[in-house]
């Protein structure tokens, strides 16, 4: 019985090409490492610019009316600092952009990742993450001079929307954020085993069973985080808000027939008006920018710990 060895060329080769690897992984590492360091000085140097102008306007404003008032008028004469109507139409248009964009998405990446065969997969996938490239701004305008008449014509009954309202601005931002669910929704279902989806059709499950009871269920914490993330796209969205949605913020609304600001639309009308810099008014922002800070944050944390809750490992 003979045994081969590598002659001492190949091994010196391969010894030669081990150390050209090394400088170019040194320098990827170096540079994820760089990548991941600017993200988080990104964050921190975001909480540093939020928490010296928010500490300021707290010690002239009770937090405690700060999170209970029901009028929200800092650039009026008669001056309130209850934050809940922001926080109101914020609420309302997040809920009916879900109510629209989790059930179209859902669908959507069910229909890719089940039904297409693999050239429908390759044209209709790029189509509905190109919604995603859209300019936000182009959502408001839509949504104000487009769909608002439609609207208009066909809504039932005496009382019509308003000119701006929380409903065509929760459309425009359902919208808008299907690609997000939709493209992650799919990716998650994909990667699916597809022993599994096997096994259910050989126990004669139709492929509808085999979709909604195999595949969503073992792809739910890539479903999860794709909704949350949808949340906090439509929670930090600005210029659909700003423009089709209303700047109204001086009583708690819950009607999506009316206009109302929410705290992104506030920010953005005021951080452009005329308000001197280091007043109160100016530190509302900072106040309302924290608030929102915190929201996403909770978002983003609720995620992480559902998705590790409910992830599957496949070997």
């Known amino acids: 019985m003979t045994t081969s060895t590598p002659s001492a060329g190949s091994?010196?080769?391969n010894a030669l090409r081990r150390g050209r690897r090394r400088p170019v992984d040194s320098t990827v590492k170096v540079l994820l490492v760089a990548a991941a360091l600017v993200s988080i000085a990104t964050t921190v140097g975001i909480v540093i610019a939020l928490v010296q102008p928010a500490i300021g306007f707290f010690q002239q404003v009770s937090i405690v009316e700060f999170l209970t008032g029901t009028s929200w008028t800092p650039t009026f004469?008669?001056?309130?600092?209850?934050?809940l109507p922001l926080v109101a139409a914020t609420v309302v248009v997040t809920v009916?952009?879900?109510?629209?964009?989790?059930?179209?998405g859902l669908g959507s990446a069910i229909y890719l990742s089940e039904y297409a065969n693999r050239r429908t997969r390759k044209v209709l996938k790029p189509i509905i993450e190109l919604l995603a490239g859209v300019p936000t701004v182009v959502y408001g305008f839509v949504a104000l001079?487009?769909?608002?008449?439609?609207l208009q014509d066909i809504w039932p009954g005496g009382r019509k929307p308003a000119f701006q309202n929380l409903l065509i601005a929760g459309i425009a931002m359902g919208i808008m954020i299907v690609p997000t669910i939709a493209s992650i929704s799919e990716d998650s279902m994909s990667s699916v085993p597809r022993s599994l989806r096997e096994g259910a059709y050989a126990l004669a499950s139709t492929?509808?069973?085999?979709?909604?009871?195999?595949?969503v269920p073992a792809a739910i914490s890539g479903i999860v985080a794709a909704v949350v993330l949808g949340i906090s796209r439509a929670v930090g969205e600005t210029m659909i808000v700003t423009i089709a949605g209303g700047l109204v913020s001086d009583k708690?609304?819950?009607?999506?027939?009316?206009?109302?600001?929410t705290m992104t639309a506030f920010i953005a009308n005021v951080s452009s008006g005329d308000i001197p810099v280091g007043s109160l008014d100016y530190d509302s922002v900072f106040a309302v920018g924290a608030l929102?800070?915190?929201i996403t944050f909770a978002l983003n944390a609720v995620s992480i710990r559902m998705v590790r809750r409910f992830r599957e490992v496949y070997e």
Do not use: C
């Open 252 to 261: 708690v609304t819950f009607d999506p027939l009316e206009g109302a600001a």
């Open 11 to 13: 091994a010196a080769g």
């Open 292 to 294: 929102l800070f915190l």
């Open 96 to 104: 009916i952009a879900l109510l629209i964009a989790v059930p179209i």
């Open 77 to 83: 004469a008669q001056k309130a600092y209850g934050v």
């Open 207 to 215: 492929k509808m069973q085999v979709s909604t009871r195999v595949v």
């Open 145 to 150: 001079f487009a769909l608002n008449p439609l």
